[in-house]
């Protein structure tokens, strides 16, 4: 079966902290992609990452995918309250954008 | 641009009632994703069309759940008879299709099967 795992699958920090959510795959994959998700909405791409060690940055928010390409990680620096919600990574181990996803991280930001 | 449109945002119906959800894809895309959420399962790709043809709908639960796409800027998920376990936040998302292409989320219809 396809399945990513998630860690963790909670995350609680203060404001001004770094954290860092990590997904993993048992296969190797296409296309890795992160989305945000706030309660009772829909998701918000992120990041798409498909080479194996590439990197992007949007803000304060980085994403790695590592040589083998079945994980990855999303990184936060100096969180603020605006980053709580769910993240979410997708992943396309077809190569026909036919996303599998994880089953998300809650991460709470406390001011 | 308006998004992905999914309508209605809410649904409220008891068990057995005919169930319809509909999504408009962002004009364009060529690819169109039914998704299921719930919070034991997360989030499930139940189906998804390429130029308005199912091309893997091995996600779909059972004989009660059907999609259809007669155009490119149209899609339904329909659930007949519906169950409360089939009570969950279903979303739409399109893409421009292919590999490597952003995929773009409605903002979720929320079902209650009572």
């Known amino acids: 079966s396809q399945e990513l795992e998630q860690s963790p699958q909670s995350l609680i920090v203060q404001e001004g902290k770094n954290l860092t959510i990590n997904c993993t795959s048992s296969?190797?994959?296409?296309?890795l992609y992160w989305y945000k998700q706030k309660y009772g909405e829909g998701l918000i791409f992120l990041m798409m990452?498909?080479?194996?060690?590439e990197e992007k940055s949007h803000e304060k928010i980085t994403a790695k995918l590592d040589e083998k390409k079945q994980q990855s990680s999303l990184h936060i620096t100096a969180s603020q309250p605006s980053h709580a919600g769910i993240y979410l990574c997708?992943?396309?181990?077809?190569?026909?954008?036919?996303?599998?996803f994880g089953t998300g991280t809650r991460l709470t930001v406390i001011s | 641009d308006a998004g992905v449109i999914q309508s209605p945002r809410h649904e409220v119906t008891e068990m057995g009632q005919e169930v319809t959800l509909r999504c408009k894809p962002i004009?364009?895309?060529?690819?169109l994703f039914w998704y299921r959420q719930t919070m034991m399962r997360g989030l499930e790709l139940l189906i998804y069309?390429?130029?308005?043809?199912?091309?893997?709908d091995s996600g779909m639960p059972e004989d009660r759940f059907s999609a259809k796409m007669p155009n490119a800027s149209f899609s339904t998920l329909k659930i007949q008879p519906s169950e409360p376990r089939d009570s969950a936040v279903y979303f739409c998302?399109?893409?421009?299709?292919?590999?490597?292409?952003?995929?773009?989320f409605g903002p979720g219809t929320r079902l209650t099967v009572l």
């Open positions: 990452l498909q080479k194996g060690g």
């Open positions: 998302a399109s893409s421009l299709g292919g590999v490597y292409n952003e995929q773009f």
């Open positions: 296969k190797t994959l296409y296309g």
């Open positions: 997708g992943a396309d181990s077809t190569g026909a954008n036919n996303l599998f």
């Open positions: 004009s364009g895309h060529n690819s």
């Open positions: 069309f390429n130029n308005n043809v199912p091309i893997d």
